[in-house]
């Protein structure tokens, strides 16, 4: 199993970027992706999440209205697309991937997830 995360770089504050995390190996549409990160010194740190079905995306607070996740099952790739980018939102982004038997089920616990790709640097200055 493989997640290849990708899409990092330099980028100004009130800039944008859009991450991709491509899957391999497993039966991606059964499968939660998640996106979580870690700042310089920090926990990594749940960021958004879709169910197997997409019908459910859930983010954490401050990223919430700026940030959007979605997948291309078809792909096998989910992506991060992120505007507005604040310093606050340095980190290296991890995608990781769980197993779902529901089309809503999702988790934003980071110890449920199974498989872990092996980040990218998103730096936003200010």
């Known amino acids: 199993v493989q997640l290849q995360a990708s899409g990092g770089g330099l980028v100004q504050a009130g800039g944008s970027l859009r991450l991709s995390c491509t899957v391999s190996g497993l039966t991606f549409r059964n499968y939660v992706v998640g996106w979580f990160r870690q700042a310089p010194g920090k926990e990594r740190d749940f960021v958004a999440v879709t169910s197997k079905s997409e019908s459910v995306t859930r983010y954490v607070d401050d990223v919430e209205g700026r940030f959007t996740i979605s997948r291309d099952n078809a792909k096998t790739t989910v992506y991060l697309q992120m505007n507005s980018l604040k310093p606050e939102d340095t980190a290296v982004y991890y995608c990781?991937?769980?197993?779902?038997?529901?089309?809503?089920?999702?988790?934003?616990?980071?110890?449920?997830?199974?498989?872990w790709g092996q980040g990218t640097l998103v730096t936003v200055s200010s």
């Open positions: 990781a991937a769980v197993n779902s038997y529901s089309a809503r089920w999702y988790t934003t616990n980071i110890r449920e997830y199974r498989y």
